[in-house]
Structure formats: C-alpha cells, structure tokens
T-cell receptor
Framework: AQSVTQLGSHVSVSEGALVLLRCNYS??????LFWYVQYPNQGLQLLLK??????LVKGINDFEAEFKKSETSFHLTKPSAHMSDAAEYFC???????????????FGKGTHLIIQP | DAGVTQSPTHLIKTRGQQVTLRCSPK?????VSWYQQALGQGPQFIFQ???????QRGNFPDRFSGHQFPNYSSELNVNALLLGDSALYLC??????????????????FGPGTRLTVL
C-alpha cells in the first residue's frame, strides 16, 4: 500500500520569500505523484503531477516539484510567495495498473500555507 | 467546457437516515472516484467507478455504496448515517491514458464537493 507524509501541518513564509512544502512517499512500485491546492470551502485544484517523465515538474502559478527516488521525496517549491498562495496543500500518490486503470489517490494530511505580509 | 459538478452543495441529515450525493464528470472523462474529507484532514478514497462497475474500493464499510450511469455520472449513497459521516464529499473524474510502458495514468479533477452534516 502507498502512503504519503507531509512534514509540517503549518508553514509560514513572508510575501516574496521562497515556499518549500515537504512530501515523502512510500510505494512498492513506481508511483505517480501529485500536488493539489484547496482554498477554503472549495474542491481540490491540481498544481502539478509526476508520471515518470522529467523528474523536475513545473506546474501552475510558478510552482514546481522535484521527484527524488533516492530520498522518496516530492517537495513543492515556489520562488516567491504571493498572498494569494495562502491555502491548504495536499500531496498525493497513486500507482498505475498495467494495461490500464489507475489507483485511487492516497493523500497526505495537508500543509496549511500562511503568507505573512 | 464544464468541469466536475456535484449536487447538492450542502446537506443536513439526522443519524440513521440515508443520503444520496450526485456527480457529473468533466466532459470526455469516463472514470469517477469518490473521497471523504473530514474537517482538517486529507481526502480519503472511498471507491472508483468505471464502465458502470466499482473498480476499486478504499477502507469504507458497506454502508457506502455507489452507482455509475451510462452517461458516466455517478451517485454516492450512504445508509444508516452516523455522526462521524459528517464531512466534505468530493467527486473526481478522470480519463486513463496508457503511457509508453503500458501503464495507465490518470489525472483526477475534483468537483467543489458536497458538505454533509449529520446531527
């Protein structure tokens, strides 16, 4: 079974500073990895995904994440934080079935990102 | 192009009652997954429907059941509601793409959710 650990339930950064949200995964087979963002009282919006192509994945709103197999990590970064980035961020993992079909997503508990003015 | 839609937005029920939540997938998607998100937690996978059959199920009791219709829309039914069933219920739709290695991958697009409160 897969699992995801997000380090830090709350992360606070100043506006304009680097954002780093940590995610470590566990999977017995090569995983697919995702980062989603959730604003209050809304559904989840996909930021980016890793599906075994390039290890550095670029997403929307200048977010990017790097897949590091040796560290089983998929940390999310953004060079310069904006006030609008304040939200809940979820890392998720799934596995693929040969010949088609994909696993349900397994999510971490989330990291609440706070942007200080 | 409409995204994933869910109805109703909010719902209040009492313990022991039954509830049905509905989901319409994004255009072109054939797979629907349901998740339960308790307050302050990450979403938990309930089950996934493909070709009108339950393809995969998470660790949820049989009180949770579902259905997928020929137009790919889906329903989530919960019987004998408990206080602990209070949560945001998220529907996600996807379309599996087979990559060069023969593995399937999908990107799940989420709806806005249905907030269920059980009193």
């Amino acid at each position: 079974a897969q699992s995801v650990t997000q380090l830090g339930s709350h992360v606070s950064v100043s506006e304009g500073a680097l954002v780093l949200l940590r995610c470590n995964y566990s999977s017995s087979v090569p995983p697919y990895l995702f980062w989603y963002v959730q604003y209050p009282n809304q559904g989840l919006q996909l930021l980016l995904k890793y599906t075994s192509a390039a290890t550095l994945v670029k997403g929307i709103n200048d977010f990017e994440a790097e897949f590091k197999k040796s560290e089983t990590s998929f940390h999310l970064t953004k060079p310069s934080a904006h006030m609008s980035d304040a939200a809940e961020y979820f890392c998720a993992v799934s596995i693929a079935f040969s010949g088609g079909g994909a696993d349900g997503l397994t999510f971490g508990k989330g990291t609440h990102l706070i942007i200080q003015p | 192009d409409a995204g994933v839609t869910q109805s109703p937005t909010h719902l209040i029920k009492t313990r022991g009652q039954q509830v049905t939540l509905r989901c319409s997938p994004k255009s072109g998607h054939d797979t629907v997954s349901w998740y339960q998100q308790a307050l302050g937690q990450g979403p938990q996978f309930i089950f996934q429907y493909y070709e009108e059959e339950e393809r995969q199920r998470g660790n949820f009791p049989d009180r949770f059941s579902g259905h997928q219709f020929p137009n790919y829309s889906s329903e989530l039914n919960v019987n004998a509601l408990l206080l602990g069933d209070s949560a945001l219920y998220l529907c996600a739709s996807s379309l599996v793409v087979i990559d060069g290695s023969g593995r399937g991958s999908d990107t799940q697009y989420f709806g806005p959710g249905t907030r269920l409160t059980v009193l």
